[in-house]
């Protein structure tokens, strides 16, 4: 049985739940080491980062799930709307830790969306993401039909905005948060360029003689 046959057989005996339960028990791993102490002199900062940075490595692993198939036919489709899931999870644990352990005080935070960019940027990279959250389900794909396939596509911008966000709240301009924008751009142009030989395949055949 070739590599690939193997590795597909063993991902469809993992229960998507274990990866639910994993997700779910990373950022409460995340603050018991804060709450101990083990992230240094700014916890809350760390902590914050830390659940950031998770958040943005979920979003992209999901995008990877797509070309990863395609390319080496590793099959990872049915753990998809989990990671999406998760990831959302995740960024709303990084911003309720902005929320709830950084700035603290609720007059502050519309001031803090508006003042500094970045946060501008990761709150609409937030708000993007409810809508893709609220029909991450059975009932919404059947209920939407081809309209679930267009608005989950929402997910491109959001990769981008999350990857600005990254880059804008480093005072420079810092080498991983670079690359982690550098991964979503190769990514989103892969997706630009299946798309594009899609098409020209589309009109190729159209130009046929029949």
């Not at 002199?41 to 990877?64: D, F, S, T, Y």
């Not at 998760?86 to 990084?94: A, D, E, G, K, S």
């Amino acid at each position: 049985m070739p590599l690939v046959d193997r590795i597909n057989t063993a991902l469809r005996k993992v229960p998507v739940w274990v990866l639910y339960v994993a997700g779910a028990l990373w950022p409460a791993w995340l603050l018991y080491l804060a709450a101990t102490g083990s992230m240094g002199a700014e916890p809350v900062k760390v902590l914050e980062h830390e659940l950031g940075r998770l958040a943005l490595k979920a979003l992209i692993v999901g995008l990877c799930v797509s070309p990863l198939r395609s390319i080496t036919g590793v099959n990872l489709i049915r753990f998809r709307r989990a990671i999406g899931v998760l990831t959302f999870y995740f960024v709303t644990t990084h911003l309720l830790v902005w929320l709830v352990l950084d700035v603290q005080i609720l007059s502050e935070i519309w001031k803090d969306i508006l003042k500094r960019p970045y946060i501008t940027v990761g709150m609409g990279a937030f708000l993007l993401m409810v809508p893709l959250v609220i029909t991450s389900n059975n009932w919404s794909v059947r209920k939407l039909g081809p309209k679930w396939r267009k608005l989950h596509r929402l997910v491109y911008p959001i990769a981008l905005l999350g990857g600005v966000h990254f880059i804008m709240v480093g005072k420079t301009w810092e080498a991983d948060a670079l690359m982690y924008m550098a991964v979503i751009v190769a990514l989103l142009g892969w997706r630009v360029w299946q798309a594009t030989k899609r098409v020209r395949s589309k009109k190729h055949s159209l130009s046929l003689p029949t």
